[in-house]
């Protein structure tokens, strides 16, 4: 109880103080995650779309290892890309490693597979629903593809914030692919991993709960637009 | 609407790249030992002010630290295993390994001492009766410096660790707070370096149980990755840092870390 109410005294005070060390590690996590969800947003959801329109054979292969890719281990992932940068790896040579852009890398890999997952089913649904009334217009696929996505946009939404949640609360990937190093690549993740090692369980408590309130942020923003967007179409 | 959200994506790459004004900077791989006794808090800045030169450091097991430098990840190294330092050079990886500082293994245990271990002098005999008791031990498991000491005490105990399965002696894969974390949480002894153990908080009832025997002198070593092994090795700026920490201004600046009036490490180069 004493090192709750230390936390929550510590978060108050880290917050309203707007701590400088803090204000660097958050806004490298917003940045980074938000970063990562909008490239897999830009890739996942027209994949998702395409994956649901089209038949080809092995589709339900694939459909079945992107459904399993959502539970892709962080740290497994995070190896990978290290591998990959590492300058005795093939991409050596671009100097990425330890750099948020790698971060970045890691945390798209990680997140793709469920905005994809999420929104193949989403348009779907759609497909199933509408499908024949689309067919019938004539519309192209490639068309049809962007009118479902548009139109399953809220839904869509909650994929992408699904992918928020996991990038913002992962820590195995960015941890070896960013190297934790103070003011370059800490995010609030690693940053709560490093107080959790040196015994300071209420400041390490105290990120997480900012933690927490930023995402919670970050929802309620994404939720009010929502609202917003569905009455102005009445 | 793709157009917005393209834009959006630069801007969030751009403004992540800005972490990235450092231009000039090297990378060390080090451990975690060092990183958080905030020793590198304490020398980074004074190094930087001297020659504009940013050091990031990546804090990692002594095993792990070597493995970077191995695949040109970091281009100076600084760690704490004598024998895999010395491999680390005699296999090509690194060169002019030098002596930077030492310190000292702590043996940590419960405040009740289950193996009657206080008064003891010989961290060996300590070891030798925590086997003997069965008494509940937290290792590092994690190849580190400290673990890799910590097998060759048991050693010289005699104790096999090995054969003690799952019960006393726990491995738990983890860095030297996580380690203490673990240890506090289940009464457990456990060998810590004292520098990390000086900057932890969540001591709940362990309490260094012994202290001072020669065994537990942990020393530090500098050593540079082989440029010649890599591209993209920033050899100069790197061997700066090497020449500075083994320099007057980095010795002088190692014996001035304190944590409340002790001092954590003790400069050593020649």
């Known amino acids: 109880m004493h090192d709750l109410a230390a936390a929550l005294s510590t978060a108050a005070s880290l917050v309203s103080s707007l701590d400088p060390r803090v204000l660097a590690v958050v806004s490298l996590s917003v940045q980074v995650s938000g970063g990562a969800v909008v490239l897999a947003a830009l890739i996942g959801l027209p994949l998702g779309a395409a994956l649901a329109l089209f038949t080809f054979p092995g589709r339900g292969a694939v459909v079945v290892v992107l459904n399993a890719c959502m539970g892709l281990p962080p740290v497994v992932v995070g190896l990978a890309i290290y591998l990959l940068l590492s300058r005795a790896g093939p991409l050596g040579e671009l100097g990425l490693l330890f750099t948020p852009t790698a971060m970045m890398m890691a945390q798209t890999v990680l997140v793709l597979p469920i905005i994809a997952a999420l929104s193949r089913q989403v348009v779907a649904d759609l497909w199933e629903e509408y499908g024949e009334q689309l067919r019938s217009l004539g519309a192209p696929r490639g068309s049809v593809v962007l009118t479902l996505l548009w139109d399953g946009r809220f839904s869509l939404l909650t994929a992408v914030l699904a992918g928020f949640g996991r990038a913002s609360a992962e820590v195995g990937a960015v941890m070896i692919v960013g190297g934790n190093i103070n003011g370059v690549t800490r995010t609030m993740t690693t940053a709560i991993a490093l ?23 970050v929802n309620a923003a994404v939720f009010m637009v929502g609202q917003a967007a569905k009455r102005g179409m009445g | 609407m793709l157009r917005r959200i393209f834009m959006a994506a630069v801007l969030l790459c751009s403004l992540a790249g800005q972490g990235m004004a450092q231009e000039r900077f090297i990378t060390l791989a080090s451990t975690t030992s060092t990183e958080q006794s905030g020793l590198f808090g304490h020398l980074l800045p004074m190094f930087r002010a001297e020659t504009g030169i940013w050091v990031r450091v990546v804090a990692v097991g002594t095993g792990q630290a070597l493995k970077l430098g191995e695949r040109g990840d970091a281009d100076v190294l600084l760690v704490h295993d004598r024998l895999g330092e010395d491999k680390f050079v005699a296999e090509g990886f690194g060169i002019d390994r030098r ?17 009657k271990v206080k008064g003891v002098k010989d961290v060996a005999e300590a070891f030798k009766r925590i086997g003997a008791a069965k008494a509940a031990f937290a290792s590092r498991g994690d190849d580190s410096g400290t673990h890799r000491s910590e097998l060759r005490i048991w050693k010289a105990a005699g104790v096999d660790v090995k054969a003690a399965g799952s019960g006393w002696y726990r491995e738990l894969g983890s860095g030297m707070g996580p380690t ?91």
């Open chain 1, 195 to 217: 107080e959790t090692s040196k015994g300071d369980l209420p400041l390490a408590l105290a990120l997480g709960l900012i933690l927490i309130g930023l995402v919670t942020v």
């Open chain 2, 180 to 270: 203490l974390n673990t240890a506090a949480g289940m009464n457990a002894y456990v060998l810590a370096d004292r520098g990390t153990w000086a900057s932890f908080k969540n001591r709940q009832s362990l309490a260094i149980v012994l202290e001072g025997d020669k065994a537990l002198f942990n020393p530090y070593g500098s050593i540079l990755v082989d440029p010649a092994r890599h591209s993209g090795i920033k050899s100069a700026d790197a061997k700066a840092w090497h020449q500075w920490l083994t320099g007057p201004k980095g010795q002088a600046a190692i014996a001035g870390f304190k944590i409340g009036d002790e001092q954590l490490f003790f400069p050593s180069a020649k």
């Open chain 2, 99 to 115: 002596d930077v500082m030492y310190n000292d293994y702590v043996l940590i245990g419960p405040k009740d001492d289950p193996a």
